[in-house]
Nanobody, 125 residues
Framework: QVQLVESGGGLVQTGGSLRLSCAAS????????MGWFRQAPGKEREFVAT????????NYADSVKGRFTISRDNAKNTVYLQMNSLKPEVTAVYYC??????????????????WGQGTQVTVSS
């Protein structure tokens, strides 16, 4: 089993920034892919960003390109999501996801093995 603990969510005003973190622990492999998804009220969960094992390959949803940056620290088994120039429409619960034994990027939810509990991000206008 792998446990994912997210942190960094909160309430911020339009134009502000937040940095989400997700730390993996437990039976982690040396190779794994991580990603971020979000679910806004009344909507389905959607892809936000993903990063390969090496950090050399990144993929973002079109809606966040240029404003969000995903990164990882393999020594800490942690993935980050830096969110800048925030707008109210990004308000959602943000989830990190983990796929063991994979090195590439993954933007499909059903290909991830483990999920965090979610962290609320609220952007006020």
């Amino acid at each position: 089993q792998v446990q994912l603990v997210e942190s960094g969510g909160g309430l911020v005003q339009t134009g502000g920034s937040l940095r989400l973190s997700c730390a993996a622990s437990g039976r982690t492999f040396s190779s794994y892919t991580m990603g971020w998804f979000r679910q806004a009220p009344g909507k389905e969960r959607e892809f936000v960003a993903t990063i390969s094992r090496s950090g050399g390959s990144l993929n973002y949803a079109d809606s966040v390109k240029g404003r969000f940056t995903i990164s990882r620290d393999n020594a800490k088994n942690t993935v980050y999501l830096q969110m800048n120039s925030l707008k109210p429409e990004v308000t959602a619960v943000y989830y990190c996801a983990y796929r063991n034994g994979w090195v590439g990027v993954i933007d499909r939810q059903n290909e991830y093995d483990y999920w965090g509990q979610g962290t609320q991000v609220t952007v006020s206008s």
